[in-house]
């Protein structure tokens, strides 16, 4: 081969080389570039992803030079427009369809127009026993709350709004203050997990009338709404008798019935004796005691049964009240199947349990023949009906239970109000001191009228008679700690002054009353009083209760059985400024049977942790 030959082979050689090394740089900046792609479209997909799957609602997108700008609720993400090959808003349904160059798709909820999409389904009265309820099912675009409100028939003073605690995108609302034989227009807001809304629908849920025989009939006489508490009022009516079924009840303050419990079809509940009714516990649901068993119940708002408590096993009947510990026990008054007098007959109404909610064993029991005096009582006067009427077997009456810091408080229709440890030491009674014995008169507090001046009179320390600034407490109920040294008190008056309720032209009243309690010098005084001036229009010789609302400080005076009032016999809600003395709310509730209810709680519709 020739110089010339071997020269132009290399050339060609070198030539081949140089493509070869052009083609491989070729192929390396793609493969790379390709690559630095794919990295760059997984990066895009998972940071929309993480505000997806963190409930965050995009509100809108803006396009740059190099990047798509999501702007979601809390701020906005930036994605490459080389990584999206189509997006594709759907704002009828709420979303956004995000399409990568890989093929891949991505749905990021955001903020649309109407959402009515969003109901799956309405059931009115869900479990048979509720007419004014109803539960929706719902689909949310994403992680968020449901904001109800029913709206008020006659303006916004009757509207009821509630923000539900779940979060999740498919709910069941609960939907509680219906009007019955109405078209209810309820709204339904859609909002984040803090509260804060994104938008809402409008629903209308019909309802039937009410129709129930002999049911109570009400009139509300006052009601200064920007003066009162917030809430409606449950009433705890107890049927036509002991025989009939608990009717429990809610009236708005426009005197408009929003939620009632009929469990007469109720397999479990037909036979419901509520006695002093529902009360609502920490987890929002109801707790009643039921004479008719015996046992203890809880209930939810729609009057399912959801746990139960025998007591009948345990040895026990109920007899009026039930409270909820702070600790998540129960204390119960009771009567106890075993407990006899000397003579062997039985013994009634004398013991107190606190109940293990949980395993549902008693842990404590209090004898009150071990705490009072058992031999106090006035023998039956021939006048007073057998109901009402003292004896060696009903001696006590125990009432009301309650925690008064971290000692009982308890009232007793024959005996007072008294204070004890857990331990069963009594502290101290508040009581007419007649009657009682020796060994309990170190416990009987000293009367202190309104004024602080001490009491010296016997006849008014006795019980006797009264003067203005001070009285006892006679036949008692609910009593309310309002502090370590102060409470509040129903005073049904009872007897008062030892004087029969049946004697004939004898008028009498019932009050509520603020006592406070000097552990150092052992005296009770009266702060203030309310009911005396109402007269027969206030007067329940038996069950009844006060109660005191938080955010205004007012209180709740609930007379609840005879009471007279312009439209029949029954009872009475009163809301009192106890600093004014002005009355800002007044409901009369009458009923053939003159036993309106045992008590009256103002509370909000919906509980807090719903």
């Not at 809610?250 to 009929?262: F, P, V």
């Amino acid at each position: 081969m020739s110089a010339i030959h071997v020269f132009n082979y290399l050339q060609q050689m070198n030539i081949m080389r140089s493509m070869w090394l052009l083609g491989m740089v070729v192929i390396l900046f793609y493969a790379c570039r390709k690559e630095n792609d794919v990295v760059g479209e997984i990066a895009s997909k998972q940071s929309l992803k993480e505000w997806v799957d963190k409930g965050e609602l995009l509100l809108d997108i803006t396009k740059g030079k190099e990047n798509y700008v999501f702007n979601f609720e809390s701020g906005p993400v930036h994605v490459s427009l080389q990584d999206i090959a189509k997006i594709d808003p759907q704002l009828d349904h709420w979303q956004t369809k995000v399409t990568f160059r890989d093929g891949l798709e991505l749905t990021v909820p955001t903020k649309g127009t109407d959402l009515g999409f969003i109901i799956e389904q309405v059931q009115l009265n869900p479990s048979g026993y509720n007419p004014l309820a109803a539960l929706v099912d719902v689909a949310l675009p994403t992680y968020g709350r449901i904001k109800v409100s029913v709206q008020g028939k006659n303006g916004d003073a009757g509207t009821i709004t509630h923000l539900c605690q779940d979060g999740t995108p498919r709910q069941r609302v609960p939907i509680f203050g219906l009007y019955p034989n109405h078209n209810n227009e309820v709204k339904l807001t859609f909002t984040d997990l803090e509260g804060n809304e994104r938008g809402s629908t409008t629903i209308h849920i019909r309802t039937e009338a009410i129709s129930i025989l002999d049911f109570p009939k009400w009139k509300v006489v006052k009601n200064e709404v920007s003066k009162m508490e917030y809430g409606v009022n449950l009433i705890n009516y107890p049927g036509q008798s002991d025989a009939d079924v608990s009717m429990p009840y809610m009236i708005d303050n426009e005197g408009e019935l929003r939620w009632l419990l009929l469990l007469k079809t109720s397999n479990e509940l037909q036979k419901l004796s509520f006695s002093i009714g529902l009360k609502r516990m920490e987890n929002g649901n109801f707790l009643a005691g039921d004479q008719s068993k015996p046992r203890v119940v809880e209930i939810d708002m729609f009057g399912n049964l959801k746990r139960q408590w025998d007591l009948g096993k345990l040895g026990y009947t109920f007899h009026h009240e039930i409270t909820e510990a702070a600790n998540g026990n129960f204390l119960i008054t009771v009567s106890k199947s075993s407990a006899r007098l000397r003579n062997g007959s039985p013994r009634m109404n004398d013991h107190i349990i606190e109940l293990n909610s949980t395993t549902g064993t008693v842990i404590n029991e209090w004898d009150l023949a071990n705490q009072l005096d058992t031999s106090r009582y006035v023998k039956p006067d021939g006048i007073t009906p057998p109901e009402f009427v003292q004896n060696a077997n009903n001696w006590a009456h125990n009432n009301a239970i309650a925690e008064m810091g971290n000692n009982l408080l308890a009232t007793v229709r024959y005996q007072g109000i008294y204070n004890f440890s857990r331990s069963g030491q009594v502290q101290w009674i508040i009581s007419p001191h007649k009657l009682w014995g020796e060994r309990y008169r170190s416990l009987l507090l000293k009367p202190v009228a309104e004024d602080g001046s001490v009491i010296t009179d016997e006849e008014v320390i006795n019980g006797d008679k009264q003067i203005p600034g001070f009285d006892w407490s006679w036949g008692p109920h609910t009593p309310i700690a309002m502090s370590e040294d102060r409470i509040l008190v129903f005073d049904n008056g009872y007897n008062r002054n030892w004087i029969p309720n049946f004697t004939p032209e004898v008028t009498n009243y019932s009050r509520v009353v603020e006592y406070k309690i000097d552990m150092a010098n052992k005296t009770v005084q009266q702060l203030w009083s309310y009911g005396k001036e109402r007269g027969v229009q206030g007067f329940s010789q038996a069950v009844s209760g006060v109660q005191y609302l938080q955010h205004t400080g007012n209180v709740l005076f609930c007379p609840g059985m005879g009471v007279q009032t312009s439209i029949g016999g029954g009872g009475r809600v009163v809301e009192i400024n106890p600093k004014s003395g002005e009355v800002v709310f007044e409901l009369e509730i009458t009923i053939g049977s003159g036993f309106a209810f045992h008590r009256v709680t103002r509370m909000s519709l919906y509980p807090e942790r719903m």
